[in-house]
């Protein structure tokens, strides 16, 4: 079992761990910002009077929830050049990551706006603001806060998924870990440091949003 | 069209090995992965505080680390130490530990919901613990984790794909191959597509129906 560890490699790249980590964070914040413009079009719709746009929210919801996301990168990168619609690597992996996610957000926002109280609504209505008033300056503040700690999950959950990109060469953190562990062979201490970075930035944006949680006290 | 055809055709049984393969690893690793969680989850929830630590760090790192990354480290991490594990091991190894971790948080959940006052009366009548937790806690626990414990399952399909990375022959590999072999990119990917659909579509259902079941009024 002779093996000693040697760190001294994967501090001399850290900066590079360092780097893949930002992209990996802006990867997730992209797809969950875009998401979240899908989720909630999909979520307002899924709860709306159209029985039409109501199952159309539901099929992209079962579908894009029951694919793996590594399909969907797939298809988004290598398949649909097939069709003329050519993405380069991180424009098509933010947008797979952003239907993935708008999908799980649908979800999120619909249950936000089944919560939100009856009476809000019609006292909306009844001070005279139109349907459309009423859902942007009433529902949806109330919504977005009921939704918060869903959204947060997802967007942990979202970062965790950038390291997919490594698949299609994007260097985030994943990425360039294999890199160091070709150049250097130092398994062992790499896949260390990558998973407590993975870990600590997770642990670290959990506990960003519950402050931000007490900050906007529920309705 | 048809050539697609034909060449759907001519790969049904690379797909069809592929589909066995990825179901293969994902019941193997929710059936070890359930078993090791549901012990975590109970040292997590009831362990002293030494065990009830390291049961919480290890849920923590697993479950804050992307699946990706579990099976990249339990691919190339044991070859250091002489030990070879082959690609399939691996890979079910990774997502053993993953679904062990989940299962374990959502076992704590579960117990942590149930009433302080069961465990008292238990306690009162003079059972022991493994006895409280055999009659009492458990029973209504895994009740209450059951939907969520069939789309973990759902999950963990999903989760497989990503062994198709180290080389293993599972769905999505072999469509790999296949487009490999005839370039029909998009048909190919969309039929693997298809299957996952498929397979995640009826776990999901499964799930609403026990969930329509096992709610308590």
Not at chain 2, 42 to 48: E, F, K, Q, V
Not at chain 2, 179 to 208: C, M
Request: aromatic letters at 10%.
């Amino acid at each position: 079992m002779g093996y000693t560890l040697h760190f001294g490699v994967v501090w001399a790249s850290f900066d590079r761990l360092l780097s893949g980590l930002a992209l990996g964070l802006g990867l997730g914040l992209a797809a969950v910002a875009i998401g979240a413009v899908i989720g909630l079009a999909a979520g307002f719709a899924s709860v709306g009077p159209s029985p039409f746009w109501r199952r159309a929210a539901g099929l992209y919801v079962t579908v894009f929830r029951n694919l793996p996301i590594l399909v969907i990168v797939l298809v988004v990168y290598f398949g649909l050049p097939q069709w003329g619609i050519r993405l380069d690597k991180v424009e098509s992996f933010v947008a797979s990551l952003a239907v993935y996610a708008g999908a799980y957000l649908t979800e999120v926002f619909r249950a936000g706006l089944l919560a939100v109280p009856k009476g809000v609504i019609e006292a909306g209505r009844a001070i005279g603001l139109t349907r459309l008033q009423t859902n942007a300056y009433v529902v949806a503040p109330i919504m977005v806060r009921n939704a918060l700690p869903a959204l947060g999950t997802t967007f942990i959950s979202l970062f965790k998924d950038s390291s997919i990109a490594a698949v299609i060469a994007i260097p985030e953190l994943t990425f360039e870990a294999r890199k160091i562990n070709v150049e250097s062979f130092r398994v062992i201490e790499t896949w260390t440091v990558v998973s407590l970075l993975y870990v600590s930035t997770c642990l670290s944006i959990a506990a960003l949003l519950r402050a931000l949680e007490r900050r906007f006290p529920k309705f | 069209m048809d050539y697609f055809l034909h060449e759907l055709w001519i790969s049904r049984f690379a797909l069809a090995e592929g589909f066995l393969r990825t179901i293969e690893i994902s019941a193997l690793s929710i059936t070890l992965g359930t078993l090791a969680g549901l012990l975590i989850g109970i040292a997590l929830t009831y362990g002293r505080l030494p065990l009830r630590l390291v049961s919480r760090a290890y849920v923590d790192i697993i479950r804050g680390t992307p699946v990706l990354v579990l099976v990249l480290a339990c691919f190339y991490m044991p070859s250091v130490f002489r030990v070879s594990l082959e690609a399939l091991t691996a890979g079910v190894l990774a997502l053993t530990l993953f679904c062990a971790a989940h299962m374990a948080e959502i076992l704590r959940g579960a117990l942590a919901a149930i009433p302080p006052g069961q465990t008292e009366a238990a306690r009162s009548i003079g059972l022991t613990f493994p006895k409280i937790l055999a009659y009492v806690l458990l029973p209504q626990a895994l009740r209450a984790i059951l939907p969520t414990w069939i789309n973990t399952g759902a999950e963990l399909v999903k989760a497989s794909t990503l062994v198709s990375i180290i080389g293993v022959g599972e769905l999505l590999l072999k469509t790999q191959e296949i487009v490999g072999r005839n370039f029909l990119t998009l048909d190919f990917y969309l039929v693997a597509g298809l299957l996952y659909l498929i397979v995640n579509y009826s776990i999901e259902r499964l799930g609403k129906t026990i969930e329509r079941r096992v709610t308590q009024p």
